[in-house]
Each structure stands twice: as structure tokens, then as C-alpha cells.
DNA sequence: CCCTCTTCTTAACCTAGATCAATTTCATTT
DNA sequence: AAATGAAATTGATCTAGGTTAAGAAGAGGG
């Protein structure tokens, strides 16, 4: 296995709680490396969301589709960032999401079932996913609220400020859609600065 | 302390984890009762929150106030769920909410300090709360989509599927905010069913 | 290095829901 | 039962951002 992958998903536990030398071993061993190359499928609906993902290098979008054919982006996730539809990977029942590959992406993977058994042997993960997903359900208040009450425009600015490697990265098509705008709109806004 | 209460916090912890007979005691000694009147405070901005509340009975709302003095409502809960300020409990840094109570309403609560000892010697509460806090971020982005691709009228009519029991108990202007409307839409939403 | 496809921009027009202002209904206290 | 204040409705008007349509600018594959 890749010694630098390792090291960042270890250096982003170890953030939260402590692991043993030991557990790190049985934690990188329950961890699987796979790639994707950009522009393909993750997941897509219908199918099972069968693992939770710790992207090491690349970029990701998660969306559906609706009844018109439109494209609803939801989640882009970069480096370090876990990504997964947790619905589908909990409940073990068909995904209504795509996942797809903005660059050719590197991951650490392991299945709902080998976290199960993981939890069991190195208690303390329970712990960090406690406490990630704490943080992540607060995020997405947060997101909320922003979605529901700021402008376009502040939204605009905000992710400007919190993401700016994201618009070296990602197309505005898609960040336009991650903040709930048209395209169109996006580019009246940037056009005012 | 009350033994209706009690049933129903641990009631809903085992729908989602074991717990033995000793484990039990060791839960209810933790948390406190205690209750709040209606249209008082339970957190107001400023203040860090203390403590998490697991509602017996009555309902609550979290909401905030931008620079315009609008009220801005993004929680509404009732009976046998949990509500705090989760930013501010883990943190302990100060909140930028007001959580007030819409009806008289009974609470267990527990400090974080207190919940971490908990989790020390109830292993699987951590469990529960990895669990809960999972769930709770998956529900929060089915909003955030709602929120950001559906009509106004679309989430009325799902939140009268999801949460009829809302509208029995709480004032419409406080439906119309959590909604992301003004009353006055709301209004007029209701006039053409 | 050209061709095709994708991304981005611009402009004209449209609409869901906001804002403002007034009135009615309901609930709580005296 | 009256008085007061909060909640809900209604109507007129306004606006942020959507829709439609077209063209310009990039960028990756052959």
C-alpha cells in the first residue's frame, strides 16, 4: 500500500482521537486502495452505495437527476474528505444518487460490513465517525441556513472565501449548481466584481 | 425521577444499540430533568450551551436573528427527540442561536462533560450518538436538496405528509419560517389546496 | 493543428415568492 | 365579557433569480 495515502487518513484520525501503533496496522488493512478516472461513475442510482470512500487525491461530485432530466449537484468533495451516499451505504438499499469523478481520483475504501467489524476491533473509530459526522450535520445546517436566507451573492462570496481551491478545479457549471443557481446567474454575479 | 421519562429516553436508545440492565442505571443517573415554560429561553445567543435535551413532552424551536432583526427558525422539535446548539456544546464556545420552548416542555439533559464520562462507561452510547448524528446529517441534506430544488409548494405538502402533527401544535408564522417563507405565502399556499 | 464538445457569457423576457400595508380572526389576560 | 396583543389573511406591487436562445471562448482527442 501507498505510504503517503496511509498517512493522510491516519493524520486525519488521529486529529480526533488516539490510535495505537497496533490499531493503525488492523485500520490500514481494513482500508482497500482504488482509483477512478474523471468523468466516471462512482455510483449510480439504483445501485447499493457499498463503501465509504477517503479520497487521498482528487475531486468527486455527488448529484440526482429530476423528473425533467436536470442535474442537482449536492456535494463536491476534494482531497482528504470522505465521500459516499450514507443512505444507501447504511441502510444497504439502492442509492437515488449519481457519484462521479471531476479528475482522475485515488481513494481508501472499505464496506459497510468491514466497518462494522472494524468498530468492533478499534473502538476509538466509532468515536472519530461520531464526531465527524457531528461536524458534517452541523455543516449542513449551517448550508442550510445560508441556502435559505443569504443571497445568491453572499453565497457566492462565502464559497469564494471558504473554497477557493475549488474554483481552480472545478467547472462553474457545477459550482453554480452546488450553490443552487443557474449557471447564467453565476456569471452575472462574477461579472459585477 | 419520572419512570415515563425514563422509559422513553432508553426506549429509543435501544431501537439502535444493546444496553444491559446496569448500563441502564448508569444512563438515568446521568441525566438531569428538567423543564422549561413556554416562551422561555433555553439558550439565547452569546451564552454557550451546556447542555444536550433529550424532549419527554412539549416542543421547542432553534432559530437566529439576522441584521435585520428577523427571525430566522431552522428547528422545530417535539416530543422524544433531542435539541441543542451542537456547534456550541461541543466547542464550548458561544452560541449563535436561541433555542425557546413553543409549549411547556419536559427535557432530560446532560452536560458534555458529563456525556463524556457517559460515553467512557457506556461504550455503546457513543455508538447511539455516531448513529443519531449520522442520520441527522443525511436528514439535513434531504432538506438542503428540498430547499434548493423544490417549489415552496412541494415542501408544504411534504411536510403535511411528514409532520402533520406540526401544524396541530405550532403557529403557522413558525411553519412559514422553518419552510423558508414568509407567512404571507404561506398563506397563500394553504388558500389554493 | 484543426475539429468537436464542453464551458462560459450575454441579452431579453418571465415568474415564484418577497415586501408593504391593511384588515380579520384568534387567544389570553383581566 | 371586554380588552389587548399575537397570528393569519388578503391585495397590490416589486425583485432576485430563472428561462430561453444565441454566440464566444477554451480545451482535449484524433
Redesign the pocket.
Known sequence: MNIVQNNKLLYYLKKWVDISETEEETILSAFKETSIKKKKDLLVPDDICEYIYFITKGCLRSYFVDEKG?EHIYQIRMDNNWISDLESFFSQRPSKYYIEALEDTQMLRISAEELEQLYKKVPNLERYFRILFQKAYVNALERLNSTMWD???DRYNNMLKENPDMFQRV??????SYL????????????KK
Open positions: 436536470v443571497s445568491a451573492i467547472p462553474l457549471v457545477y459550482i453554480a443552487g443557481i443557474t449557471p447564467e446567474s453565476l456569471s452575472r454575479i462574477r461579472k
